[in-house]
């Protein structure tokens, strides 16, 4: 069981490239998150989903996109990267859902870190 | 802005000693959460404590809710240098029980 994947680990990009996070949870979890945390700070909510096909946007949602295509999967996409974005992403996942039984606390990744030149 | 802020930002002990934390809100919450975090790593859940409760234990967690201040406190109890991590506070909103908001976090340091 491997909880929460992210992939990559670690990216640099040049300005205005573009790329895509991807998360991946086998827990069958209904609600998945994505969150930045800069060097000193807590964790944003970028963007989150309740599920397959529904995304919404959380307090820094600029710049980024989102798709939930598959319950397991939840990815974040960067149009045209900017400086402002180097930070630790981490997707997290919750059991959510109506009639769920498990306690809704957040499963983490490990954390993807992105630097933008 | 931030949900959840936490006070004080960094805090450093002696081992064997206890460790507060607290966290402020704003909005009206279904439960309130406490995650740790070792440097460099994702987030672990410690403990989940519901808007009806006042207190909750974990081990040598404590764990209070005042919802008329709209804050939080977690205590640690008799410190080892295995407590050194960053500890954050998340909200889980009244009004959108699936948007989970989290605090900037208090940087925790045991001396030996």
């Not at chain 1, 609600?31 to 945390?37: A, H, L, S």
Request: aromatic share 8%.
């Amino acid at each position: 069981n491997a909880g929460v994947t992210q992939t990559p680990k670690f990216r640099v990009l040049k300005t205005g490239q573009s790329m895509t996070l991807l998360c991946a949870q086998d827990m069958n979890h209904e609600y998945m998150y994505w969150y930045r945390q800069d060097p000193g700070m807590g964790l944003r909510l970028i963007h989150y989903s309740v599920g397959e096909g529904t995304t919404a946007k959380g307090e820094v949602p600029d710049g980024y996109n989102v798709s939930r295509l598959k319950k397991q999967n939840f990815l974040l996409g960067l149009e045209s990267a900017a400086p402002s974005q180097t930070s630790v992403y981490f997707c997290a996942s919750i059991p959510g859902g109506r009639g769920s039984t498990g306690a809704n606390v957040l499963t983490f990744g490990a954390g993807s870190r992105l630097t933008v030149l | 802005s931030q949900q959840g802020e936490e006070d004080p930002q960094a805090l450093s002990i002696q081992e064997g000693e206890n460790a507060t934390m607290n966290c402020s809100y704003k909005t009206s919450i279904n439960n309130l959460q406490w995650y740790r975090q070792n440097s460099g790593r994702g987030l672990v859940h410690l403990i989940l404590i519901r808007s009806n409760e006042r207190e909750k234990h974990s081990g040598r967690l404590r764990v209070t809710l005042d919802t008329s201040k709209k804050s939080s406190s977690l205590l640690i109890t008799a410190s080892r240098a295995a407590d050194t991590a960053s500890y954050f506070c998340a909200t889980v909103p009244y009004s959108s029980a699936s948007k989970i908001i989290f605090g900037s976090g208090t940087r925790l340091s045991i001396r030996p």
